[in-house]
């Protein structure tokens, strides 16, 4: 598994290099977001360690600009730690957040989880799929399809979508979906749902403002609906 460090502190870069390596990952590294960009371009890691106050290029505006072109999980560093600081990493396209300072066993957990959910990239698919409707999902590939059409999804937004899907007319509480999708992460933010959920209806649903499966039943939580 190769993994692409990004952060203008050397010192720290430098640190997780030799942790990650002492795992026996390929680490590979950067210093600001531009690039960031190139390297996911260039070298096609299975994974982005990324900060977010950097010069050139800050880290939302890299994550954004790899979405355009990559679904690699991408986890960001930052020295704030506000909700909303949280939410538009969500937002422009993350799948996890750590705040600085952080402890190294940490942010091994959650590369290890993330590698987990994402699976082998590049694998091609063999025919295990979920379609309700228009949608469909290849779980072996961990790609998801509107009327056929490849809709870009991140790992964790590929994650959300399997499990409604999977429990098809089901209300889940913002809590439930919490504790089931991200563990212990994000237990308090409650507002990482709703930034996942909306996501999901912009990537999936053809009128997102009015979806036809991903429904809301107010002041309970979110459920697929068959």
Not at 37 to 64: E, I, K, R, S, Y
Not at 86 to 109: Q, R, S, V
Not at 217 to 225: D, Q, S
Request: overall charge negative; proline content about 4%.
């Amino acid at each position: 598994m190769k993994i692409l460090v990004v952060d203008d502190e050397a010192l720290l870069v430098k640190g997780i290099r030799f942790n990650l390596q002492n795992e026996g990952y390929e680490v590979i590294t950067g210093g600001d977001g531009l690039e960031a960009v190139q390297a996911v371009q260039n070298q096609d890691p299975d994974l982005v360690v990324l900060d977010v106050m950097m010069p050139n290029m800050d880290g939302l505006t890299a994550c954004a600009k790899i979405r355009e072109f990559s679904d690699v999980p991408i986890i960001l560093l930052t020295a704030k730690a506000e909700d909303m600081d949280k939410l538009m990493g969500f937002d422009h396209g993350a799948d996890d957040y750590l705040t600085k300072p952080f402890n190294i066993l940490e942010l091994k957990a959650r590369i290890r989880a993330l590698l987990r959910r994402a699976g082998p990239r590049g694998e091609k698919a063999v025919g295990n799929q979920l379609t309700i409707g228009t949608i469909t999902l290849d779980l072996d590939a961990r790609n998801a399809y509107r009327d056929g059409a490849l809709a870009d999804l991140t790992a964790k937004e590929f994650d959300v979508i399997e499990f409604l899907m999977r429990n098809p007319n089901r209300v889940y509480s913002r809590e439930a979906l919490l504790d089931t999708i991200w563990a212990y992460e994000y237990r308090s933010d409650i507002r990482t749902v709703d930034v996942h959920i909306r996501r999901l209806r912009e990537k999936l649903e053809e009128n997102p403002a009015e979806p036809k499966y991903i429904l809301t039943k107010w002041g309970v939580g979110y459920y697929f609906r068959k």
